[in-house]
C-alpha cells in the first residue's frame, strides 16, 4: 500500500479495513476523528441538488446502501481494535444510515460518551418537508484506560458571558452550531468538515504530540487541524485523485500553525479541581462561608469569592458547605 510520511505523521492510499489491519497496530492510536461515507449516493448529489462541483475533485468513492451494514461493521472494528484503552472516537454521520453504525457500535465493546447534534448552515431548500441542517456525532471511548477530556481547554469554569452564563458549560452542551466553510474557486473534497469543529473535538480530547487516525481522509481536514495543533496524524483515502492532490498540501504545512489562532481560557479560579478536600480546608472553608456573609454578602458573591479563594468551581463549593452544615 503506498504511503507518504510528513510532519512525523503517515497517510496512505487504499481501503481503510485492509489498509488499518496491516499497517496499524492494536492499542495504538489515542483519538480517531471520521466522517464515513454517508450512503447516499453522495457521488450523483450534484446532479439532484444543482451543486456547482467546478472545484471538487472527481474520484469520490461511495458505499452501495445495500452493503452500508457490514461496511460499517468491518471499518468500525478495526477502529476498535487500533484505539488504545481510553482513547475516543467521534463518527460523523447523516441519518440516512445512522442506524447501520450505531448497530456497529453495538458489536463492539466502545461505549457511548455523548450523541452530539451538530447544527450547520446551508441546509438543502425543500417544499414539502422540513430542511436537513444537522449531522450527528457519535462520541465513543474504548473501555480500559483514563480517557483524555480536557475540561477547561476552551474556557475555564469561572468564565462567564454577558448574560452570566457559564462559557464552559455552553460549549460542552452536547448541539454544537458550527457553520459549514464556504471555499469558492477552491480544490476541495465532496464534503469536508470545518476546521472550527475539528478544532474543538482534538481540543478537548487529545494532547499535543498524540497520534489522531481518520480512516476516511477525504480532503485531509482532520489531519489539518490535527499538525496544526501539534499532533500526530495517521490516516486512509481510497481516491487515488484526492491523494494525489492533498499530499502537495500536506507537505506545505507547518506543524503547530493553527495555536496561535486558539483563545486562552481563564482557568486560575480552579487550580485546585478535583483535588480532594481536606479537614482543614472544610473548617477554614466554613469559617470564610461565615465570615464573609457577616461582612454583608449576599450568597452569590460569597460563592465566588470562596471559589477564587479555593481554587474550586461553584459547585464544588456548594457541595463542600452543604457537607459541612449538615454536621
Known amino acids: 500500500m503506498k504511503s507518504t510520511t510528513l510532519h512525523d505523521s503517515i497517510f496512505y492510499l487504499g481501503d481503510c479495513i485492509s489498509g488499518a489491519a496491516h ?10 476523528i471520521t466522517d464515513p461515507p454517508y450512503g447516499i449516493n453522495g457521488d450523483k448529489l450534484h446532479l439532484h441538488y444543482n451543486r456547482d462541483e467546478k472545484f471538487v475533485v472527481e474520484g469520490y468513492v461511495e458505499i452501495p446502501q445495500e452493503e452500508y451494514a457490514a461496511f460499517s461493521v468491518n471499518w468500525i472494528k478495526e477502529a476498535e481494535r487500533v484505539l488504545r484503552p481510553g482513547g475516543s ?4 454521520s447523516g441519518y440516512t444510515n445512522l442506524v447501520d453504525i450505531l448497530n456497529a457500535l453495538r458489536q463492539t465493546r466502545l461505549k457511548e460518551i455523548n450523541h452530539i447534534i451538530w447544527k450547520y448552515n446551508f441546509g438543502v431548500f425543500t ?6 441542517s444537522h449531522y450527528h456525532i457519535l462520541f465513543y471511548e474504548k473501555p480500559g484506560g483514563r480517557r483524555t477530556f480536557n475540561l477547561e481547554s476552551r474556557y475555564g469554569l469561572v468564565e462567564k458571558s454577558g448574560d452570566g452564563r457559564s462559557c464552559n458549560n455552553t460549549d460542552r452542551e452536547d448541539l454544537w ?5 464556504n471555499k ?10 470545518p476546521f472550527a469543529l475539528l478544532t474543538k473535538m482534538i481540543q478537548y480530547s487529545s494532547n499535543e504530540g498524540d497520534l489522531v487516525a481518520d480512516f476516511f481522509l477525504g480532503g485531509f481536514s482532520t489531519a489539518k487541524v490535527a499538525i496544526g495543533l501539534n499532533r500526530r496524524a495517521i490516516g486512509f483515502e481510497i481516491s487515488e485523485r484526492m491523494y494525489g492532490t492533498q499530499i502537495p498540501e500536506m507537505a506545505a504545512i507547518t506543524p503547530g500553525y493553527l495555536i496561535p489562532t486558539l483563545r486562552s481560557p481563564v482557568i486560575n479560579g480552579t487550580r485546585n479541581l478535583g483535588k480532594p478536600w481536606t ?3 472544610c473548617t477554614r472553608l466554613m469559617e ?11 450568597k452569590k458573591e460569597t460563592i465566588a469569592a470562596l471559589g477564587e479563594e479555593f481554587g474550586r468551581g461553584r459547585w464544588a463549593i456548594e457541595k463542600a458547605l452543604k457537607k459541612q452544615q449538615s454536621r
Open 279 to 281: 479537614e482543614e480546608d
Open 177 to 181: 452550531i458550527i457553520n459549514r466553510e
Open 184 to 193: 469558492p474557486g477552491r480544490i476541495k473534497n465532496k464534503n469536508e468538515l
Open 23 to 32: 499497517n496499524l497496530p492494536d492499542n495504538s492510536v489515542d483519538l480517531i
Open 127 to 132: 417544499r414539502r418537508k422540513y430542511v436537513s
Open 288 to 298: 470564610r462561608f461565615v465570615n464573609l456573609r457577616a461582612g454583608g454578602r449576599n
Open 89 to 92: 472516537i467521534y463518527i460523523i
